[in-house]
């Protein structure tokens, strides 16, 4: 891939990915059609009764920007098969129920409208297809139109809202990219968004890596973002899943940073459009913490130097030691050849006493308790970009 189309997204390192759809009614998570068998014409009903009355894009944007987030990537359509957009080969949308709303092309148009890098999420799987589950082998002429249905809602989304940054496919399984068709498919996208991030799960590699509640840098050189939900379980609106803590979502954000990758952090809002009040207020706390500390996650870089105490990240001639454990007054980081001019807190500027013994830097007359209860972050000014020492036991 061209270095210059994924630059956006390696320097954004901070997404929002939201899961909305007819599920958020039942507030079991988004996989409650296929959990509790409920049949398809069944679950059709709550098609009457989804009316996003607080619903307010520019809302979600304002959230979105608060936390410090670049980028944002709606659910059109989830394995559930009710799109939030119009479609000419679907019935089972927002715009054909008693929403009476294109939901994709509103929330594509605020973030347009706030400079939002916005994608779209797509499952390629569809529940209520009997083809989908009999597959290509057994249902050759099922399968064709069915992926008739998926290529056509594909072009739609890359046709009739205007730029879109990132598609982002899911539910290949257990179907090969050739049952798919996706080279065919990403030839069409690419024709009809040419700078568009295409992420791993048409069964292709295409632009970037996706670990799914988990955190696993790819290889240098290879896009990948983190995908993780903000309580425990559930994709989709669920009552009663646990709440993760801001530092802990904080520690996945760095996480991400310090292997090079992004983290793209999932909120489920209420069938009604709104945030849970939750979700609200991490999404305030992040930002807040992003204010004083997002120059060492943007664009920031692999850092070879080691500590004990929490990951680093690297810009330029500076690195940014996460300090997720505390240690009271000194620190060390390790492995650094080069020589340091300075070091301070990042979020105040106040400067930390700085030696250096072979490859070891120490930070002394650190306060004895962590200035910042998720990540303290201490800049360290360097004669050049950093440059590692491998540890090794001399004899
Ligand atoms: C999974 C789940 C799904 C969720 C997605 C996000 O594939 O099936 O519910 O949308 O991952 O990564």
Same mark, same amino acid.
């Given at each position: 891939?061209?270095?210059?189309?994924?630059?956006?997204?390696?320097?954004?390192?901070?997404?929002?990915?939201?899961?909305?759809?007819?599920?958020?009614?039942?507030?079991?998570?988004?996989?409650?059609?296929?959990?509790?068998?409920?049949?398809?014409?069944?679950?059709?009903?709550?098609?009457?009764?989804?009316?996003?009355?607080?619903?307010?894009?520019?809302?979600?944007?304002?959230?979105?920007?608060?936390?410090?987030?670049?980028?944002?990537?709606?659910?059109?359509?989830?394995?559930?098969?009710?799109?939030?957009?119009?479609?000419?080969?679907?019935?089972?949308?927002?715009?054909?129920?008693?929403?009476?709303?294109?939901?994709?092309?509103?929330?594509?148009?605020?973030?347009?409208?706030?400079?939002?890098?916005?994608?779209?999420?797509?499952?390629?799987?569809?529940?209520?297809?009997?083809?989908?589950?009999?597959?290509?082998?057994?249902?050759?002429?099922?399968?064709?139109?069915?992926?008739?249905?998926?290529?056509?809602?594909?072009?739609?989304?890359? $046709?009739? /809202? *205007?730029?879109?940054?990132?598609?982002?496919?899911?539910?290949?399984? %257990?179907? &090969? #990219?050739?049952?798919?068709?996706?080279?065919?498919?990403?030839?069409?996208?690419?024709?009809?968004?040419?700078?568009?991030?295409?992420?791993?799960?048409?069964?292709?590699?295409?632009?970037?890596?996706?670990?799914?509640?988990?955190?696993?840098?790819?290889?240098?050189?290879?896009?990948?973002?983190?995908?993780?939900?903000?309580?425990?379980?559930?994709?989709?609106?669920?009552?009663?899943?646990?709440?993760?803590?801001?530092?802990?979502?904080?520690?996945?954000?760095?996480?991400?940073?310090?292997?090079?990758?992004?983290?793209?952090?999932?909120?489920?809002?209420?069938?009604?459009?709104?945030?849970?009040?939750?979700?609200?207020?991490?999404?305030?706390?992040?930002?807040?913490?992003?204010?004083?500390?997002?120059? $060492?996650? /943007? *664009?920031?870089?692999?850092?070879?130097?080691?500590?004990?105490?929490? %990951?680093? &990240? #690297?810009?330029?001639?500076?690195?940014?030691?996460?300090?997720?454990?505390?240690?009271?007054?000194?620190?060390?980081?390790?492995?650094?050849?080069?020589?340091?001019?300075?070091?301070?807190?990042?979020?105040?500027?106040?400067?930390?006493?700085?030696?250096?013994?072979?490859?070891?830097?120490?930070?002394?007359?650190?306060?004895?308790?962590?200035?910042?209860?998720?990540?303290?972050?201490?800049?360290?000014?360097?004669?050049?970009?950093?440059?590692?020492?491998?540890?090794?036991?001399?004899?």
């Amino acid at each position: 891939m061209g270095v210059e189309r994924g630059k956006w997204f390696r320097d954004a390192r901070f997404g929002m990915f939201i899961h909305w759809g007819l599920y958020s009614i039942l507030g079991r998570g988004e996989w409650v059609m296929y959990l509790e068998h409920i049949p398809v014409e069944e679950y059709a009903k709550l098609a009457e009764r989804f009316r996003p009355v607080r619903f307010d894009p520019d809302e979600w944007v304002s959230y979105a920007k608060e936390a410090g987030m670049r980028y944002m990537i709606l659910t059109s359509r989830h394995h559930d098969g009710f799109s939030l957009f119009d479609s000419k080969v679907s019935h089972f949308t927002a715009p054909k129920s008693a929403a009476g709303r294109d939901l994709v092309a509103e929330f594509i148009d605020a973030c347009h409208r706030a400079g939002m890098r916005v994608g779209l999420y797509y499952s390629l799987l569809d529940w209520r297809w009997p083809a989908y589950w009999k597959g290509p082998k057994k249902d050759p002429e099922g399968w064709s139109k069915f992926l008739e249905y998926v290529h056509t809602q594909v072009e739609e989304i890359c $046709s009739n /809202y *205007g730029r879109l940054d990132v598609l982002w496919y899911d539910g290949a399984w %257990p179907y &090969t #990219a050739e049952d798919w068709r996706s080279s065919e498919l990403n030839a069409k996208v690419r024709k009809l968004q040419p700078d568009i991030l295409i992420n791993n799960r048409s069964g292709l590699p295409e632009d970037f890596d996706t670990p799914e509640q988990h955190i696993r840098a790819s290889p240098s050189g290879r896009l990948w973002e983190a995908c993780m939900t903000m309580t425990e379980y559930f994709w989709g609106y669920c009552k009663g899943d646990p709440w993760r803590s801001t530092r802990r979502l904080i520690q996945y954000l760095v996480t991400c940073a310090s292997g090079d990758g992004n983290l793209l952090l999932n909120v489920g809002p209420k069938a009604d459009g709104s945030f849970p009040a939750m979700a609200v207020r991490r999404l305030k706390e992040i930002g807040s913490w992003m204010k004083a500390n997002g120059e $060492s996650i /943007y *664009g920031s870089e692999r850092c070879p130097f080691s500590s004990a105490v929490g %990951p680093l &990240t #690297a810009k330029g001639n500076k690195v940014y030691l996460h300090v997720f454990r505390w240690p009271g007054r000194e620190v060390c980081v390790s492995g650094v050849s080069n020589d340091v001019k300075e070091a301070y807190l990042l979020a105040s500027g106040d400067y930390v006493r700085v030696s250096k013994k072979g490859d070891r830097v120490f930070l002394r007359g650190l306060p004895s308790r962590p200035p910042d209860p998720y990540d303290t972050v201490i800049a360290i000014e360097l004669d050049g970009p950093p440059v590692g020492v491998p540890y090794k036991v001399e004899g």
